[in-house]
């Protein structure tokens, strides 16, 4: 098979052979747009010069410098959402993404408060998952003086001061739970709920649509108060085992952040899974698992994928154009794990 000439990679791109020819030689500056023009033309037609010419895109790509914080990173879900962060920004096309990421390791807000102002003067956009609190709201509103916009993610936080809210709409996350639960509990009976934390908004928000729609939808179960747990597993099991003993008739468990471990592991070991219907968040190793043995009835699962593709594009456009005068929200849609759609 013929070679690909450089006169048949313009064509494609749509652009000179003299700009080609600059492009690959780096003798002038060729525009970053036209660049990634004749890149993509060289990967469409199999050209055999086309990891040169990436690399000469890499040059003309300008670079910006993003901040993320994540929760607990020993957690296998912030591990998977720090995976697809990075593709997500190695992918960005238009420019050079490096990254600073922290994890923050407790739920106190001075902890998050401090990680966030820790990168001012470092980044041009910044990202977060956490609490809301006001301490969480000044660093926000310091890092935004600066000309740094915040985005938080899956859970909102400094709401009319960060940039935009980027995840599920956690409100008909709650409704949705508490629908499931009136169609897979037809008996009268007791239902638990773990919360992470008094200050995570989405949890709040989680509890609130599940209290409304079991209210709506299931005259026939009793709603217990709800338990933070701090999104411990351990302190989840043992509430769990307390829940199960002074409750025989318990019949459903919401855990609406993070400890679900905890309560996959106290129903395994009394053997009531087929007896209590058990719906957590987020599909990783351990509820796979979980679902497959039947102890999980259903996991709702954040598009990681497509928040962090979507969150490198709004992150672009807020470091090029500044930041919007309205504050906003965008809502993914939330995915619905079964045993059958693994």
């Not at 990168?119 to 003086?145: N, Y």
Request: hydrophobic fraction near 40%; charge should be neutral.
């Amino acid at each position: 098979m013929a070679k690909i000439t450089i006169a048949q990679l313009a064509r494609e791109a749509g652009v000179s052979v003299a700009t080609v020819d600059r492009l690959m030689n780096g003798r002038e500056k060729v525009r970053a747009e036209t660049a990634l023009k004749i890149e993509q033309a060289a990967r469409r037609l199999g050209y055999h010069g086309a990891n040169a010419i990436s690399s000469r895109v890499d040059g003309h790509r300008p670079e910006l410098a993003f901040g993320f914080i994540l929760q607990k990173g020993q957690h296998a879900f912030y591990q998977h959402f720090a995976e697809e962060l990075q593709a997500a920004m190695e992918a960005c096309q238009s420019h050079r993404i490096r990254i600073h990421l922290r994890f923050a390791e407790t739920t106190q807000p001075g902890e998050l408060a401090e990680l966030v102002r820790s990168l001012s003067g470092k980044v041009q956009a910044l990202a977060a998952s956490g609490l809301d609190h006001h301490e969480v709201t000044l660093a926000v509103q310091d890092l935004r003086s600066h000309g740094i916009p915040t985005f938080s993610l899956l859970s909102d936080f400094a709401q009319g001061v960060r940039e935009r809210y980027l995840g599920l709409n956690n409100l008909k996350v709650g409704r949705t739970v508490g629908w499931m639960m009136s169609r897979f509990i037809q008996r009268q009976g007791k239902v638990g709920i773990f919360i992470g934390g008094t200050r995570f908004h989405g949890h709040e928000l989680r509890e609130t649509g599940f209290r409304s729609s079991l209210r709506e939808y299931a005259p026939h179960l009793t709603l217990l108060n709800p338990q933070v747990n701090m999104e411990n597993a351990e302190f989840t099991y043992e509430a769990t085992v307390q829940m199960l003993e002074e409750h025989p008739d318990l019949a459903g468990i919401y855990c609406a952040g993070g400890g679900k471990e905890g309560a996959i592991t106290a129903l395994r070991e009394a053997g009531k899974s087929r007896e209590v219907a058990l719906v957590v968040n987020e599909l990783t190793e351990e509820t796979r698992l979980a679902l497959q043995e039947r102890v999980v009835t259903i996991v709702i699962g954040t598009p990681l994928r497509a928040l962090c593709t979507e969150l490198a594009n709004m992150m672009v456009a807020a470091a090029e154009n500044g930041m919007s005068p309205d504050p906003g929200q965008r809502f993914l849609p939330h995915e619905i794990w079964t045993p059958e759609s693994l």
